[in-house]
Protein backbone atom coordinates (compact mmCIF):
# COMPACT_ATOMS: atom_id res chain seq x y z
CA UNK A 1 0.00 0.00 0.00
CA UNK A 2 1.43 3.41 -0.78
CA UNK A 3 1.76 6.60 1.62
CA UNK A 4 -1.41 7.88 0.01
CA UNK A 5 -3.28 5.14 0.12
CA UNK A 6 -2.21 5.05 3.99
CA UNK A 7 -2.69 8.51 4.17
CA UNK A 8 -6.20 8.00 2.78
CA UNK A 9 -7.18 5.26 4.81
CA UNK A 10 -6.11 6.92 8.06
CA UNK A 11 -8.74 9.77 6.99
CA UNK A 12 -11.03 7.57 6.69
CA UNK A 13 -10.74 5.60 9.71
CA UNK A 14 -10.52 9.00 11.52
CA UNK A 15 -13.78 10.21 9.54
CA UNK A 16 -15.47 7.20 10.72
CA UNK A 17 -14.74 7.32 14.28
CA UNK A 18 -15.53 11.53 14.51
CA UNK A 19 -18.76 9.96 12.29
CA UNK A 20 -19.53 7.82 15.66
CA UNK A 21 -19.05 10.73 18.29
CA UNK A 22 -20.83 13.37 16.31
CA UNK A 23 -23.82 13.72 13.99
CA UNK A 24 -22.45 13.62 10.32
CA UNK A 25 -24.35 17.13 9.72
CA UNK A 26 -24.92 20.43 11.14
CA UNK A 27 -25.93 20.46 14.65
CA UNK A 28 -28.71 22.97 14.46
CA UNK A 29 -30.44 22.19 10.57
CA UNK A 30 -28.37 18.51 9.81
CA UNK A 31 -27.18 20.47 6.38
CA UNK A 32 -23.97 18.07 5.81
CA UNK A 33 -21.08 19.70 6.37
CA UNK A 34 -17.54 18.57 5.85
CA UNK A 35 -16.28 18.27 10.16
CA UNK A 36 -18.32 16.83 12.26
CA UNK A 37 -19.29 17.74 15.18
CA UNK A 38 -20.45 21.63 14.03
CA UNK A 39 -22.61 24.12 12.83
CA UNK A 40 -22.92 24.73 9.29
CA UNK A 41 -21.90 28.35 7.46
CA UNK A 42 -25.70 29.54 7.49
CA UNK A 43 -26.13 28.30 11.40
CA UNK A 44 -22.93 29.50 12.98
CA UNK A 45 -23.48 33.22 12.54
CA UNK A 46 -26.84 33.10 13.88
CA UNK A 47 -26.18 32.32 17.60
CA UNK A 48 -25.03 34.54 19.74
CA UNK A 49 -21.82 33.00 21.60
CA UNK A 50 -20.96 34.45 25.01
CA UNK A 51 -17.37 35.59 25.35
CA UNK A 52 -15.95 38.18 27.73
CA UNK A 53 -16.56 40.72 29.18
CA UNK A 54 -19.22 39.05 31.27
CA UNK A 55 -20.62 39.47 35.23
CA UNK A 56 -17.57 37.77 37.64
CA UNK A 57 -20.70 35.84 38.57
CA UNK A 58 -23.59 35.02 37.26
CA UNK A 59 -21.92 35.28 33.31
CA UNK A 60 -24.05 37.47 32.09
CA UNK A 61 -22.10 39.01 29.19
CA UNK A 62 -21.85 43.06 28.81
CA UNK A 63 -22.27 45.03 25.76
CA UNK A 64 -18.61 46.98 26.77
CA UNK A 65 -15.78 46.23 29.01
CA UNK A 66 -15.10 48.41 31.99
CA UNK A 67 -12.85 46.77 33.89
CA UNK A 68 -12.17 43.57 35.59
CA UNK A 69 -14.42 41.81 38.02
CA UNK A 70 -17.35 43.98 36.97
CA UNK A 71 -20.74 42.48 38.54
CA UNK A 72 -23.73 42.66 36.85
CA UNK A 73 -27.20 44.25 38.83
CA UNK A 74 -28.62 41.08 39.63
CA UNK A 75 -26.08 39.51 41.33
CA UNK A 76 -25.22 42.93 43.82
CA UNK A 77 -28.48 42.66 44.61
CA UNK A 78 -29.22 38.70 45.25
CA UNK A 79 -25.62 37.44 45.02
CA UNK A 80 -26.25 33.59 43.98
CA UNK A 81 -25.12 30.78 46.46
CA UNK A 82 -22.74 29.41 43.08
CA UNK A 83 -19.42 31.00 43.04
CA UNK A 84 -19.20 31.64 38.75
CA UNK A 85 -21.67 30.15 36.09
CA UNK A 86 -20.39 30.30 32.64
CA UNK A 87 -22.34 29.38 29.26
CA UNK A 88 -22.06 28.76 25.87
CA UNK A 89 -24.58 30.35 23.58
CA UNK A 90 -27.54 32.98 24.50
CA UNK A 91 -30.60 31.16 24.24
CA UNK A 92 -32.68 32.72 21.85
CA UNK A 93 -34.93 32.42 18.34
CA UNK A 94 -31.56 30.72 16.96
CA UNK A 95 -30.53 28.60 19.48
CA UNK A 96 -33.73 27.21 20.80
CA UNK A 97 -34.65 24.44 18.59
CA UNK A 98 -31.34 23.05 18.42
CA UNK A 99 -31.74 22.97 22.26
CA UNK A 100 -34.97 21.83 22.74
CA UNK A 101 -34.39 19.32 19.96
CA UNK A 102 -31.44 17.86 22.45
CA UNK A 103 -33.36 18.48 25.48
CA UNK A 104 -36.98 16.41 23.99
CA UNK A 105 -36.51 15.12 20.59
CA UNK A 106 -34.15 11.95 21.84
CA UNK A 107 -30.85 14.25 19.81
CA UNK A 108 -28.55 13.02 22.12
CA UNK A 109 -26.09 12.58 19.27
CA UNK A 110 -25.66 16.38 19.96
CA UNK A 111 -24.22 15.96 23.49
CA UNK A 112 -20.51 15.23 22.44
CA UNK A 113 -20.45 18.76 20.07
CA UNK A 114 -22.61 20.55 22.75
CA UNK A 115 -19.58 19.26 25.65
CA UNK A 116 -16.62 20.40 23.28
CA UNK A 117 -18.37 24.14 23.52
CA UNK A 118 -18.92 23.94 27.09
CA UNK A 119 -15.24 22.41 27.61
CA UNK A 120 -13.97 25.60 26.14
CA UNK A 121 -16.16 27.80 27.97
CA UNK A 122 -15.70 26.82 30.94
CA UNK A 123 -11.59 26.24 30.92
CA UNK A 124 -11.20 28.23 34.14
CA UNK A 125 -13.88 26.63 36.19
CA UNK A 126 -12.55 23.42 35.05
CA UNK A 127 -9.70 23.63 36.10
CA UNK A 128 -10.34 24.65 39.44
CA UNK A 129 -13.28 21.67 40.38
CA UNK A 130 -12.58 18.66 41.78
CA UNK A 131 -15.67 17.00 40.86
CA UNK A 132 -17.96 17.46 37.88
CA UNK A 133 -22.02 16.43 38.73
CA UNK A 134 -24.71 17.45 36.46
CA UNK A 135 -28.63 18.41 37.94
CA UNK A 136 -30.76 15.62 38.55
CA UNK A 137 -33.71 14.84 37.00
CA UNK A 138 -36.52 12.83 39.37
CA UNK A 139 -36.23 9.22 38.79
CA UNK A 140 -39.90 9.81 37.27
CA UNK A 141 -38.60 12.24 34.73
CA UNK A 142 -36.10 9.98 33.99
CA UNK A 143 -38.07 6.95 33.31
CA UNK A 144 -40.31 9.31 31.27
CA UNK A 145 -37.59 11.26 29.32
CA UNK A 146 -34.98 7.57 29.11
CA UNK A 147 -31.96 10.27 29.50
CA UNK A 148 -30.92 13.11 31.65
CA UNK A 149 -29.66 15.29 29.01
CA UNK A 150 -27.76 17.44 31.88
CA UNK A 151 -25.65 14.14 32.93
CA UNK A 152 -24.83 12.99 29.44
CA UNK A 153 -23.24 16.83 28.65
CA UNK A 154 -21.45 16.06 32.59
CA UNK A 155 -19.94 12.82 31.56
CA UNK A 156 -18.75 14.48 28.06
CA UNK A 157 -17.42 17.65 29.74
CA UNK A 158 -15.77 15.30 32.11
CA UNK A 159 -14.11 12.62 29.74
CA UNK A 160 -12.64 16.34 27.89
CA UNK A 161 -11.23 17.80 31.06
CA UNK A 162 -9.88 14.25 32.52
CA UNK A 163 -11.71 15.18 35.96
CA UNK A 164 -14.02 12.63 37.47
CA UNK A 165 -17.74 13.06 36.88
CA UNK A 166 -19.87 11.81 40.08
CA UNK A 167 -23.69 11.81 38.19
CA UNK A 168 -25.47 10.69 41.39
CA UNK A 169 -23.40 13.41 43.53
CA UNK A 170 -27.21 15.18 44.02
CA UNK A 171 -30.67 13.91 44.14
CA UNK A 172 -34.22 14.84 43.64
CA UNK A 173 -36.45 14.50 46.66
CA UNK A 174 -40.39 15.03 44.70
CA UNK A 175 -40.80 16.06 41.07
CA UNK A 176 -41.39 19.22 40.40
CA UNK A 177 -43.37 21.02 37.51
CA UNK A 178 -41.39 22.31 34.34
CA UNK A 179 -40.04 25.21 35.27
CA UNK A 180 -41.09 26.27 31.58
CA UNK A 181 -43.30 29.36 32.13
CA UNK A 182 -43.14 30.10 35.27
CA UNK A 183 -41.89 33.48 36.85
CA UNK A 184 -38.47 33.75 38.81
CA UNK A 185 -40.46 33.77 41.77
CA UNK A 186 -42.51 30.35 41.05
CA UNK A 187 -39.40 28.87 39.92
CA UNK A 188 -37.90 29.76 42.65
CA UNK A 189 -40.44 28.10 44.62
CA UNK A 190 -40.46 24.99 43.04
CA UNK A 191 -37.35 23.87 43.56
CA UNK A 192 -36.92 24.93 47.37
CA UNK A 193 -35.74 22.06 49.27
CA UNK A 194 -35.93 19.55 45.86
CA UNK A 195 -32.02 19.09 46.46
CA UNK A 196 -29.97 16.58 49.08
CA UNK A 197 -26.99 15.39 48.91
CA UNK A 198 -27.05 11.89 48.02
CA UNK A 199 -25.64 10.28 51.56
CA UNK A 200 -23.70 7.35 49.75
CA UNK A 201 -21.47 9.99 48.50
CA UNK A 202 -21.54 12.64 51.55
CA UNK A 203 -18.08 11.69 52.22
CA UNK A 204 -17.00 12.62 48.74
CA UNK A 205 -18.13 16.15 49.38
CA UNK A 206 -16.35 17.11 52.03
CA UNK A 207 -13.76 20.31 50.91
CA UNK A 208 -14.41 19.59 47.22
CA UNK A 209 -15.42 21.77 44.63
CA UNK A 210 -17.85 21.09 42.19
CA UNK A 211 -18.71 21.87 38.76
CA UNK A 212 -22.22 21.49 38.63
CA UNK A 213 -23.32 21.00 34.90
CA UNK A 214 -26.76 22.07 33.29
CA UNK A 215 -28.24 22.26 29.47
CA UNK A 216 -29.55 25.89 30.05
CA UNK A 217 -29.52 28.74 32.94
CA UNK A 218 -32.71 30.94 33.09
CA UNK A 219 -33.07 32.22 36.36
CA UNK A 220 -30.53 30.30 37.77
CA UNK A 221 -32.99 28.86 40.56
CA UNK A 222 -32.68 25.34 39.69
CA UNK A 223 -28.47 25.80 39.93
CA UNK A 224 -28.77 27.50 43.24
CA UNK A 225 -31.06 25.15 44.82
CA UNK A 226 -28.67 22.50 43.71
CA UNK A 227 -25.24 24.44 44.94
CA UNK A 228 -27.34 25.02 48.53
CA UNK A 229 -27.32 21.29 48.62
CA UNK A 230 -24.20 20.40 47.67
CA UNK A 231 -22.57 23.56 49.80
CA UNK A 232 -24.87 22.66 53.24
CA UNK A 233 -23.43 18.65 52.52
CA UNK A 234 -19.72 19.93 52.76
CA UNK A 235 -18.51 21.46 49.61
CA UNK A 236 -15.84 24.12 49.04
CA UNK A 237 -17.32 26.03 46.50
CA UNK A 238 -20.05 25.34 43.46
CA UNK A 239 -18.96 26.66 40.32
CA UNK A 240 -22.08 26.22 37.31
CA UNK A 241 -21.26 25.43 33.63
CA UNK A 242 -24.38 25.78 31.27
CA UNK A 243 -24.97 24.85 27.28
CA UNK A 244 -26.72 28.18 26.92
CA UNK A 245 -28.64 30.81 29.30
CA UNK A 246 -30.99 33.41 29.02
CA UNK A 247 -29.79 36.88 28.80
CA UNK A 248 -32.04 39.94 29.86
CA UNK A 249 -31.91 43.56 30.15
CA UNK A 250 -32.51 43.64 33.48
CA UNK A 251 -28.85 42.42 34.30
CA UNK A 252 -26.99 45.42 33.35
CA UNK A 253 -23.35 46.33 34.52
CA UNK A 254 -22.86 48.64 38.04
ZN1 LIG B 1 -26.93 24.48 9.91
ZN1 LIG C 1 -24.28 38.53 37.56
Given at each position: ????????????????????????????????????????????????????????????????????????????????????????????????N??LGY??S?Q???????????????????????????????????????????????????????????????????????????????????????????????????????????????????????????????????????????????????
Open positions: MSISDTTRLLAQIQKTALDAIFPPGCVNCAEPIDTPGNLCAQCWPEMTYISAPFCEMCGFPFEYDAGDGLICAACLKRPPVFSRARAVLKYDESSRMIKHDTNRAPTFANWMHRAGVDLIGDCDFICPVPLHHRRLIKRRFNQSALLAKEVARLARKPAVHDLVIRTRPTRTQGGLSAKARHRNVQGVFKVNPAREALLEGARILLIDDVLTTGATVNACSKSLLKGGALKVDVLTFSRVVRATNTAI
